[in-house]
């Protein structure tokens, strides 16, 4: 499977946070979930691939061409939806639109209209008198009528309702099974994930911790509940992470068969993607040793 996007021994300092040594790739035909929580790098990762915000080393290749040498084609051939908009918000949608269509050679006004009518949205509306909904939705349009081949947003279903959030989801379905090459999906709500994602990358403290598909992924961890008693030095080091109380403990494994051998009254079940992710954090977390 060809990737559409490789990054490589990204770095990047911003403020107190540092992305250190991030590498990953996207493979071309999948949803790509970039999973983490508030504050882990999602965002600041997507500027700097995007070359909003400048890089101090790495390499970033779309489609096979560098970003450093080949930056116009490369936004020629993708949509990007970021959380803060970047609107002129005392501007109408079809002024808007006007200011931004000539930057693409293959922007399709007839697509543009489609998908207005489609989100229910006023072209001679005000970008202030805009929802955040349907700021999201404009967002959308935009990076729809110039044929992308990527779609690269910036948690978009943050702040949105359940409803909303369900709408963004089929759109970005329906854009793959229309021949779309690739979604870059940042958010911390992995929940939209479990739905539409195929494969998942989470960051942490500006680190890479894993980039799997997301079916080998939830079928690679469990969730163990039992007694407490049961837990020691032995089995305790069978878990990614376990959280305990007085009434038992709650852990994820990624090694249920042995879990099972050595705790047999245990309840078993398949974890969320959320779990999976907050797990990891936290398993991380017993490693580390406080100095002073």
Avoid at 57 to 63: E, M
Avoid at 99 to 121: G, H, M, R
Avoid at 130 to 156: C, F, R, T
Wanted: glycine residues 8%; hydrophobic residues 35%; charged residues 25%.
């Amino acid at each position: 499977m060809d990737s559409i996007l490789n990054v490589s021994g990204l770095n990047k300092s911003y403020g107190d946070f540092s992305l250190r040594d991030v590498t990953f790739s996207l493979p071309e035909g999948c949803i790509t979930g970039f999973i983490g929580i508030n504050g882990a790098g999602k965002t600041t990762t997507l500027r700097t691939i995007l070359g909003l915000t400048s890089r101090e080393s790495g390499h970033i290749q779309f489609f096979g061409m560098d970003m450093e040498k080949d930056e116009q084609q490369i936004k020629d051939r993708i949509g990007i939806v970021l959380d803060d908009g970047c609107f002129y918000d005392e501007l109408s949608l079809n002024e808007m639109k006007n200011v931004i269509a000539p930057a693409y050679t293959s922007w399709c006004e007839q697509d543009f209209k489609n998908y207005l009518e489609q989100f229910s949205l006023n072209p001679k509306q005000k970008i202030n008198t805009l929802s955040k909904g349907m700021k999201m939705k404009y967002a959308l349009a935009l990076a729809l009528s110039h044929k992308a081949e990527l779609l690269i947003m910036d948690e978009p279903t943050s702040g949105l309702d359940p409803m909303i959030r369900s709408q963004l989801l089929k759109i970005l379905t329906d854009y793959m099974g229309n021949g779309g090459k690739g979604v870059f999906f940042s958010t911390h709500i992995t929940s939209d994930l479990d739905k539409i994602a195929d494969m998942l990358i989470m960051i942490d403290n500006g680190r890479i911790v894993f980039q799997e598909e997301k079916d080998s992924l939830l079928d690679s961890y469990r969730i163990v509940k039992g007694d407490i008693r049961s837990l020691n030095t032995d089995t305790r080091k069978l878990f990614v992470s376990i959280s305990e109380t007085t009434f038992g403990f709650t852990g994820i494994t990624k090694q249920i068969t042995e879990v099972q051998k050595c705790i047999p009254d245990i309840m078993i079940e398949r974890p969320t993607i959320e779990d999976i992710m907050l797990g990891s954090i936290e398993g991380g977390k017993k490693d580390v040793i406080p100095f002073g």
